[in-house]
C-alpha cells in the first residue's frame, strides 16, 4: 500500500485562480469512503468551507447518466430562475440546459412500477445510479463529522453548457420557503464536473464575492456552503457558470438539504423540476 502522502502527489492540481493568481492549496484531507473510493479534499477559501474534492465520481458514471437522460429526451432549457436584484427581475440569466434526475425519494420503493415503463430498464439504470451517487454524497459529509443520510439529498440535476452559454451569478439557497419542496434550505451545494476544460477555455466556476474561480475537470467536485452557521441564507454564496469558450460542460447539481425529506408526505407533487 502506498501512504496517503504519495496517492496526493499523484493528483493533478485543481486549476484555481483566487484574486487573479493561480493558487495550488494543499490537500488538507483524504478520506475513504464507504464504497471503496478514496476523495482528497482541498480547502479553497475559508468562506463558504469551500473545497475541492478529487475524484468524487468515475467518468463513466457521468457518461452513463447523460446517455440516460439523453434517451429519454430529459434535457430542457434550464429553469429561469426569477432574480431580484436591485429591485429588478433579471430573467435571462441562465441559457444552459439541464435535466432533473429520477428522485430515490419518489422512487426507490416503486421500482417494480419503473421497471414496467417501455424504457423501464434505462429508467432503472438511472435511478441506480442517482442512488448510489445519493449517498456517496451523503457518506462524504457524514465522514466530514456531518451525518447526512440520502434522504437529505434532493433529485440530482445534470446542466449542460454549450459554447457561450451560461449561468449568470445567482445564489442556490431558497429565497422564501415557497420554492422548497417541504420547507427545507439548500445547506451545501456539491457540484460534480463532467467535463474537463483547462485554465483559459472558459466553464468556470465563479465566485464573484470572494474572487474564486474554478475550472471544471472530470470526476472531481467543489463543495460549498449556501448558509451561514445560524442556517440563514449567506449572500457571499453567490456564484455564476462562465461560458466555455468551446465544447462543452457537463456538471451535476446535488443539493443537500439542512434536514431529510420526509417520503411518507406526497413528494412527487412537490418537486419543481
Ligand atoms: O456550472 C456551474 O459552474 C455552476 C452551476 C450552478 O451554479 C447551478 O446549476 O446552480
Ligand atoms: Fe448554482
Request: with cysteine; hydrophobic share 40%.
Amino acid at each position: 500500500a502506498t501512504t496517503e502522502a504519495c496517492d496526493s502527489a499523484e493528483l493533478p492540481a485543481p486549476a484555481v485562480v483566487v484574486g487573479g493568481a493561480a493558487v495550488e492549496p494543499p490537500i488538507s484531507e483524504t478520506i475513504e469512503l464507504r464504497d471503496g473510493r478514496t476523495v482528497a479534499l482541498r480547502t479553497l477559501h475559508a468562506e463558504l468551507q469551500l473545497t475541492y474534492a478529487h475524484g468524487l465520481v468515475a467518468a463513466e458514471e457521468l457518461e452513463a447518466l447523460v446517455r440516460l437522460a439523453e434517451s429519454r429526451g430529459g434535457f430542457r432549457r434550464s429553469p429561469l430562475r426569477r432574480q431580484h436584484s436591485d429591485g429588478v427581475i433579471k430573467d435571462d440569466i441562465r441559457n444552459s440546459s439541464s435535466c432533473p434526475l429520477l428522485w430515490p425519494m419518489v422512487y426507490a420503493g416503486r421500482a417494480h412500477e419503473v421497471a414496467a415503463a417501455a424504457n423501464g430498464a434505462a429508467l432503472l439504470e438511472e435511478l441506480s445510479l442517482a442512488t448510489r451517487i445519493s449517498e456517496r454524497v451523503a457518506d462524504l459529509f457524514s465522514r466530514s463529522g456531518m451525518p447526512t443520510t440520502a434522504a437529505h439529498v434532493e433529485p440530482l440535476q445534470l446542466v449542460r453548457y454549450q459554447a457561450s452559454e451560461l449561468f449568470g451569478p445567482h445564489h442556490d439557497y431558497h429565497e422564501s420557503p415557497s420554492s422548497s419542496v417541504q420547507g427545507e434550505q439548500r445547506s451545501f451545494t456539491v457540484l460534480l464536473f463532467g467535463s474537463t476544460l483547462p485554465p483559459g477555455s472558459g466553464g468556470e466556476t465563479r465566485f464573484p464575492l470572494l474572487d474564486v474561480s474554478v475550472s471544471p475537470r472530470t470526476g472531481d467536485a467543489l463543495i460549498w456552503a449556501n448558509l451561514l452557521d445560524d442556517g440563514t441564507p449567506n449572500v457571499r454564496s453567490l456564484h455564476e457558470g462562465r461560458p466555455p469558450a468551446s465544447g462543452e460542460k457537463l456538471a451535476v447539481n446535488v443539493w443537500v438539504a439542512d434536514r431529510p425529506f420526509d417520503s411518507s408526505s406526497d413528494l412527487e407533487r412537490a418537486v419543481r423540476t
